[in-house]
């Protein structure tokens, strides 16, 4: 069974960009897919991205580009960068495993981070 | 932001029934995509509970049980116990959304 374990920094500036990791215990973060959401009071859960076990990567477009997922060279983390945030991108963020489907679904999941955007 | 509504809380006694409705619309749920159910307890990660409309993962209680009808979904739980007390989340896909997956607004199940 596949453990997920995230951390990152939880207090950013507006304008800075938001690092979270996820190490991957029981898997490999190469050999299977991954997914990353956030949650918050005023938007529910919301689909960032997700990258599969050829690197392959898809992105919520109303994050306009702003996310970048991938994993390390060791296989056993992926990352998450969200370059120029903005209060609204303050939320508990997670990552999970994905399963294909019709849709995808998503789980375990890793135990959240939260990040608060403020000045 | 939500496209899938859900009733903000249902309760019930413990040992009652249940009902969670998950609505969509001709292109989520209509258009033929399973729906997903994720069980979350405060201050931690949602849990899936319920894969491609009806099935459960390995160590759910067979009293959740879910269904799925034209653009609806349902979430059941039969025999309702304390421990079930927490928030509950459907997902699907939509076809118009620039997100693609989308997620029910949440329901609160409350054990009297």
């Known amino acids: 069974q596949v453990h997920l374990h995230q951390w990152g920094a939880g207090l950013l500036k507006p304008s800075e960009t938001l690092s979270l990791t996820c190490d991957v215990y029981g898997g490999s973060a190469s050999g299977d897919y991954w997914i990353w959401i956030r949650q918050s009071p005023g938007k529910g859960l919301e689909w960032i991205g997700e990258i599969n076990h050829s690197g392959g990567t898809y992105y919520n477009p109303s994050l306009k580009s702003r996310a970048t997922i991938s994993i390390d060279g060791s296989e056993r983390q992926l990352s998450l960068r969200l370059k120029s945030v903005t209060a609204a991108d303050t939320a508990v963020y997670y990552c999970?495993?994905?399963?294909?489907?019709?849709?995808?679904?998503?789980?375990?999941w890793g135990q959240g981070t939260l990040v608060t955007v403020s000045s | 932001q939500s496209v899938l509504t859900q009733p903000p809380s249902v309760s019930g006694a413990p040992g009652q029934r249940v009902t969670i409705p998950c609505t969509g619309s001709s292109s989520n749920i209509g258009a033929g995509y399973a729906v997903h159910w994720y069980q979350q307890f405060p201050g931690t990660a949602p849990k899936l509970l319920i894969y491609d409309n009806d099935h459960r993962p390995s160590g759910v209680p067979d009293r959740f049980s879910a269904s799925k009808s034209g653009t609806s979904a349902s979430l059941a739980i039969t025999g309702l116990q304390a421990e079930d007390e927490a928030d509950y989340f459907c997902q699907s896909y939509d076809t118009r959304r620039s997100g693609y997956y989308v997620f029910g607004t949440g329901t609160k199940v409350t054990v009297l």
């Open positions: 999970a495993n994905l399963t294909v489907g019709s849709p995808n679904w998503f789980g375990p």
